[in-house]
């Protein structure tokens, strides 16, 4: 506890000091921050952003140019994937309460037409099987899943892009490396009586600067990927899931109408 009061008074202390030593400066040159000297700071900071984006600019180059075009594009293709790669869009609420509901009433037509003029993840792999129900409920079943397949490769396809992203970035990356290199290279090369210092920090500065642009393209693309690779697996077998217990149901509402149909002509007979 002693310390402690000791270190807090030596804390006390240093800061009354400081406080007391800025005071005494002040007085010494009224008016501490006047306006022009605020107004100083400020346009040297505003020169120095400049300057930095100017240097950014030039060492960026046309490889930067491209970076940047291939990461505009990673962000158009993540917010479209993003919004179409959804469980909702797959399997939508409203269209799978309506097929229960028709699936309660036993509208076996109605089931049928819904599904062929919806064009859902769902209804597609839907319609199929029902198409196939009549040559049995485990063909139905296969021919559906085979499908099923189909449409989760399909949506692979569409993220395959950022894992291309996310393999050439370094490479455009190293590019980059290499140009700068080779330019500060040659500077020291052919530099006879002295040694351009500027020049030789240019072209490292320049080499740097792309890795990290390429760096930096690369590891959200790849990130995304992985993301949108677990969404498509998700999805394909809930979807798939959702349909399998659909078609079984339909088969065995279809199987009791059967069923019940042929009761009283038995009877009868």
Known sequence: MNAL???LGLIVMIASHAAWTDVAAGQDRPGVVSAS??????ENYVAEIQKYLIWFLRSSGVIGLFIFGLALYMIFTVVRLNTSLHPNVATPPDQLTTIQELLEHNDHKGIISFVRSHDSFLCRVLTLGLVELPNGLSHARDYMERH????AVEMENRISMLAVLGSIGPMIGLIGTLKGMIASFSVIATSEAQLRTSAVA???SEALLLTFEGVALSVPAIYFFAVFRNRVSSISVGTMLQADTLLVHF????RQRSATAGAPRAAAA
Do not use: H, K, P, Y
């Open 5 to 7: 009061r000791l270190a």
């Open 37 to 42: 000297a605020a107004q100083a700071s400020s």
């Open 148 to 151: 099923g397949e189909a449409e």
């Open 202 to 204: 240019g072209g490292i």
């Open 251 to 254: 088969a065995n509402t279809i």
